[in-house]
């Protein structure tokens, strides 16, 4: 694999380009709406992660209820995907015991992005606790770029819910847990250049996977089968990924809590 960074104009074999600072042995949530979008929009990453001696950790946390193309399949179609999902993942190498499926039914996952007090019904105190006890140091999730409600509220999830797992907060959640650094990866194609002005490009790092990948992906892809009909124009649209002899999958950095630089401002305050 090679890894880009478009915002340095570098690309190169080094994990360090996508994770700085990566590290053997680290553990990544990738949080997917639904059982097949981190598939869908992350596989290169899920496998380099695997490659570069990380541990993946599936974090589903829409149940799939509304994912059905007839209706005889509605009232099996929940158990069907969690096989799919099993199957897949498990094909590039993800047990089951890192699959979490957290059950929440379908376009609904908004309302579970918060603490909630009723029946404690929310996902953020779950979240915190996974992210400590996992000790997870990277986190990927989905665009917030309205592909889908679901897909939004992930995205919520990561930039508000996940750094608060390395706050001195809810401590008895467990010990805080720092990420390190956060990913947002895109399923339907929300990175698309804007061409405006200099021609922007949206999405800041890149993977250049090989035919051997891709086909591994596709082939983990084709395990939801239930899914098939709905695939059906995101399949085609993934041919447009190819580059040369290798396929580009794309992502946005996040830097959440950035610090304040004076200095811009002490500049001007000298000249007025």
Not at 5 to 13: A, G, L, Q, Y
Not at 59 to 65: L, N, S, V
């Amino acid at each position: 694999m090679i890894f880009v960074d478009f915002r340095s104009k570098r690309k190169d074999d080094n994990f360090d380009l996508i994770f700085p600072d990566w590290e053997s042995g680290e553990n990544v949530a990738f949080l997917s709406p639904h059982d097949d979008d981190a598939l869908l929009g992350a596989g290169y990453l899920l496998t380099a992660v695997l490659r570069h001696g990380g541990f993946p950790l599936i974090m589903i946390m829409c149940k799939g209820d509304a994912g059905y193309s007839n209706e005889g399949e509605k009232y099996r179609i929940v158990d069907v995907r969690k096989d799919e999902a099993l199957s897949a993942y498990g094909r590039l190498g993800v047990p089951p015991f890192r699959i979490q499926f957290l059950d929440i039914p379908d376009f609904s996952l908004m309302p579970h992005v918060n603490r909630m007090v009723f029946e404690n019904s929310g996902l953020f105190l779950e979240q915190i606790r996974t992210f400590r006890q996992e000790k997870i140091s990277r986190v990927v999730f989905s665009s917030g770029n309205f592909e889908h409600w679901d897909h939004t509220a992930v995205y919520y999830m990561g930039i508000y819910n996940s750094p608060q797992a390395g706050d001195p907060v809810l401590v008895d959640l467990g010990e805080p847990q720092k990420i390190k650094s956060y990913l947002v990866y895109s399923v339907w194609g929300d990175f698309a250049p804007s061409f405006e002005g200099d021609g922007d490009l949206r999405a800041s790092k890149g993977i250049l996977a090989d035919e051997e990948v891709e086909e591994k992906i596709t082939t983990a892809i084709k395990d939801f089968n239930s899914q098939e009909k709905i695939f059906a124009g995101i399949m085609d649209h993934r041919k447009k990924r190819k580059c040369e002899q290798r396929y580009l999958e794309l992502y946005q950095d996040v830097e959440l809590r950035r610090p304040t630089d004076f200095n811009p401002y002490f500049e001007v305050i000298k000249k007025i």
